[in-house]
């Protein structure tokens, strides 16, 4: 009994070593330690997305919060002479000025502002009247330059509610060269009327 645990042992050994020693053989093959030539004509691909308004000491611009899933801007609005706005900045990048002239097509994005109620436990809305608010359906990012302002308006003869928690989620939804970004192709911008 002992000499048959005793060659099943062996066999066991056996088996384990032959691979192991077989794979030892082979990885001597690997003696280049020089990592692989760095390929430079792949390049980071171009693309078109929304910045960061700046922060509240900007002029005319909302302060910023990097929410999930999308990042929200926060506009206190008077209104003067029965309207007023902020600008949705546009950028290309990240490296260089705009090969060409680029066209940047906007939308409302109404699930991005239900995702984004969803997500964070918020009650925005976008405003039910459509005269309320306009934007453009497209802006263009001039060749050599890196960015383009998208005017939101809001109207107040279309009296909106003061105490409404609106919010207007623009998206890009194509450009003319490049790629939208996944990360900020759609922005919520929230705005008050005081």
């Known amino acids: 009994m002992m000499i048959m645990q005793l060659v099943r042992i062996i066999k066991t050994i056996a088996l ?7 794979c030892l053989s082979l990885n001597s093959c690997l003696k280049d330690n020089n990592p692989p030539p760095l390929d430079i004509s792949r390049t980071v691909a171009s693309l078109v997305s929304f910045q960061d308004n700046g922060g509240a000491s900007a002029a005319g611009a909302g302060y910023g919060t990097t929410t999930a899933p999308y990042p929200l801007y926060n506009f206190p609005l ?23 002239d680029i066209t940047v097509n906007l939308a409302l994005d109404t699930a991005a502002l239900t995702a984004f109620n969803a997500y964070n436990y918020t009650n925005y809305i976008y405003p039910p009247d459509p005269s309320t608010y306009s ?14 302002y998208a005017r939101v ?42």
Do not use: H, W
């Open 16 to 22: 384990n070593i032959v691979p192991l020693g077989v």
């Open 135 to 148: 934007f453009p359906a497209s802006v263009t990012i001039p060749k050599g330059q890196t960015q383009a």
């Open 78 to 100: 008077n209104l003067y002479n029965d309207t007023a706005g902020f600008a949705a900045i546009v950028i290309y990048g990240p490296t260089g000025t705009a090969p060409v």
């Open 153 to 194: 308006t809001v109207n107040g003869n279309s009296n909106p509610n003061p105490n409404a928690s609106y919010a207007i989620p623009l998206m890009i939804t194509s450009v003319s060269s490049g790629n939208v970004s996944s990360n900020f192709g759609v922005e919520i911008n929230a705005f008050s009327v005081q």
